[in-house]
């Protein structure tokens, strides 16, 4: 909502937004047939040991960014936090349609449950808050590898099987230096139920 709401609020063409949050699996929309095309050019390699085996598929469908390369990931987390009430007046996982309308300097927002219903207005910006401008302080993410302990190790067991091209190494040496320092810093990643069995690849 705050990257949405600070969109409208600089946007010189847009007056309001509707987003509507469509039946899961009721979608059909053009992404859904480039997915289920990348699944069976995936399901064509005997194996996918990097990221490029993954870049050399996606490119035959469409335009490629690669994350750290061509766009970045902004803590807007941290910066919502200080424009938005604490307890929202609606649940996100119950709304169908969230409307943005900008009036003047600041964006309102609209909700509805149904389809079909009236739209609510609700105040979601804390009462000393005017409009969503700080989320343009949300500094970039830094790099930051969440692969756990146990994670690591049952990687280190299947590197002993698989022969790593050149281009992918530094991939990998990434991953065992995130998980050797827990760069992620975050107790329930590092701690949570890990099944040995799950594919490292």
């Known amino acids: 909502m705050g990257t949405l709401m600070n969109f409208l609020e600089h946007s010189t063409i847009?007056?309001?937004i509707k987003h509507v949050f469509p039946i899961r699996g009721h979608s059909y929309m053009p992404a859904d047939r480039v997915f289920g095309l990348i699944e069976k050019e995936y399901t064509k390699l005997e194996e996918m040991v990097s990221p490029k085996d993954y870049y050399d598929v996606l490119e035959k469908t469409g335009?490629?960014?690669r994350y750290g390369q061509d766009w970045t990931v902004?803590?807007?987390?941290d910066e919502t936090k200080k424009i938005f009430k604490t307890k929202l007046p609606f649940k996100i996982s119950e709304t169908k349609i969230i409307k943005y309308q900008?009036?003047?300097?600041?964006?309102?927002?609209?909700v509805s449950t149904t389809y079909s219903g009236g739209l609510i207005k609700c105040a979601v910006l804390k009462n000393n808050i005017k409009n969503a401008l700080l989320v343009d302080n949300a500094k970039v993410l830094p790099k930051c590898n969440m692969v756990n302990i146990k994670k690591r190790d049952n990687v280190k067991l299947l590197l002993q099987c698989v022969d790593i091209p050149d281009h992918a190494k530094e991939f990998y040496q990434d991953v065992m230096a995130a998980a050797n320092d827990n760069t992620g810093k975050d107790e329930d990643n590092i701690n949570k139920d890990y099944d040995d069995s799950e594919n490292a690849f």
């Open 14 to 16: 847009f007056s309001s």
């Open 74 to 77: 902004k803590n807007i987390k």
């Open 102 to 110: 900008r009036k003047k300097e600041k964006v309102e927002i609209f």
């Open 63 to 65: 335009n490629l960014s």
